[in-house]
C-alpha cells in the first residue's frame, strides 16, 4: 500500500466564493440524461415494490435507471439485507445507522420469485453493509443467491459484495455467483476520505483475490470513482493494482454528489479521458473496460459482456 503525509491524504479545497460559500459549478452537457419512464421502466418498478424490495437503481439515484429498466432487455440491482447500511461513505445516498432491522427472513424468496417474474437474464444483487451481524449476512446473501438458482436458473447472477473476508466470504462464494464484484470505489490516498474508516484499498483488494482463490473460475470485477481530486497517476497505479489482483473486469465512472452533505466534486472528467482510461484499462489486460462519465459499477453493456461469458463457460460445461 502506498504511504503518504497526513497532508497528501487530505481533499483539495472545493472553489468558494468571496462570501466563503463553495461554487456550485454547472454539470456539463454529457452529464445530463432524460427522466426516466415508459412501460417497461413502469412495470419493474411496480413489481419491485408490491414485492417490497429494494434497488440501488433507486436507493442510489443512479443516472441510468431509464436507459436499465427499459425494452425487453433490462437489467437491474437488486440491494438486499434491508436499506439500512452500517458503514458511513461520502459518497452514497444510502441511509446509514449503527444497528438495522433484522433481515427479512422472506427476502430470498421474493428475490427468486421478482427474478422469475421479470426473466431476466443479467442480475445483480448487492447489500448494504451490516456490521452489526455476525456474518455480515453472508448467509442470508447466499440463501438470496440460492433461491435464483432454484427459480431462475438461466439468469447470470452478478454478486456486488462488501469487503467479507473470511468465513463470511467463504459462505456467499458457497453459493456460486458467476461474477463476484467488490468496488474499491477511490484510489488509495482518497480511501479515509471518501470512504468509511473500515475500508481500505488493500482490504479490498484481499476480498478480491480471496473469492478467486475460493473459486478460480469466477468473474471479479471492480470499480472506480473518479472526479475527486485524485491524479492521473494514481489512476494508473489503481488499475495495475487490480489487474495485478487477477480482476477481469473494470468499470470507471464520474463521481456525483447525492446531496450538499457528501464529498463535493472536484472535477467533471471529460470524455476523452475516460477514453484515455479505457485504453489504459485494455492495455493492462482486464476482460472487458467500460469508462465513461455515466458508467456505474452495475452497468449495462458490461453486463451484455459478462453475460456472454459466463454462457460460453457453461455451455462448454466448464
Known amino acids: 500500500m502506498s504511504s503518504s503525509s497526513p497532508r497528501e491524504n487530505q481533499l483539495p479545497d472545493a472553489p468558494t466564493g468571496p462570501s466563503g460559500i463553495p461554487i456550485r459549478t454547472p454539470k456539463p452537457a454529457w452529464l445530463k440524461v432524460p427522466l426516466p419512464g415508459g412501460e417497461g421502466y413502469a412495470r419493474l418498478k411496480g413489481l419491485t415494490e408490491s414485492l417490497g424490495l429494494n434497488t ?33 461513505c461520502r459518497f452514497c445516498a444510502v441511509k446509514t445507522v449503527d444497528r438495522a432491522a433484522p433481515p427479512d427472513p422472506n427476502e430470498p424468496a421474493k428475490v427468486g420469485q421478482a427474478i422469475a417474474a421479470l426473466n431476466l437474464g443479467y442480475v445483480v444483487i448487492t447489500s448494504v453493509d451490516r456490521d452489526d451481524l455476525a456474518d455480515g449476512g453472508s448467509a442470508h446473501y447466499a440463501a438470496c443467491i440460492g433461491k435464483i438458482r432454484e427459480l431462475a436458473p438461466r439468469t447470470v447472477v452478478e454478486t456486488l459484495i462488501p469487503d467479507y473476508q473470511g468465513d463470511a466470504l467463504a459462505t456467499l462464494m458457497s ?144
Request: proline share 4%; hydrophobic share 35%; with cysteine.
Open 56 to 88: 440501488v437503481c433507486q436507493e442510489a439515484r443512479c443516472p441510468n435507471i431509464g436507459e436499465c429498466w427499459k425494452g425487453d432487455h433490462a437489467t437491474m440491482t437488486l440491494m438486499v439485507l434491508g436499506d439500512e447500511c452500517t458503514r458511513r
Open 175 to 318: 453459493a456460486r455467483p458467476d461474477v463476484l464484484a467488490h468496488n474499491v470505489e477511490v484510489v488509495d490516498r482518497l480511501q479515509r476520505k471518501i470512504r468509511d474508516p473500515r475500508c481500505s484499498f488493500e482490504r479490498s483488494l484481499a476480498t478480491l483475490r480471496g473469492a478467486k482463490a475460493l473459486d478460480a473460475r469466477v468473474f471479479t470485477k471492480s470499480s472506480l470513482m473518479v472526479g475527486l481530486g485524485e491524479s492521473h497517476a494514481e489512476i494508473v497505479e489503481s488499475l495495475e493494482r487490480l489487474r495485478a489482483a487477477d480482476v477481469d473486469f473494470l468499470t470507471l465512472g464520474q463521481y456525483l454528489r447525492p446531496s450538499e452533505n457528501h464529498a463535493p466534486v472536484r472535477e467533471y472528467v471529460s470524455p476523452e479521458r475516460f477514453a484515455e482510461y479505457q485504453r489504459l484499462g485494455e492495455s493492462l489486460g482486464f476482460r472487458y473496460v467500460a469508462s465513461g462519465p455515466l458508467v456505474r459499477s452495475s452497468y449495462k453493456a458490461g453486463e451484455f459482456f459478462a453475460a456472454r461469458l459466463v454462457r460460453e463457460r457453461r455451455a462448454a460445461g466448464s
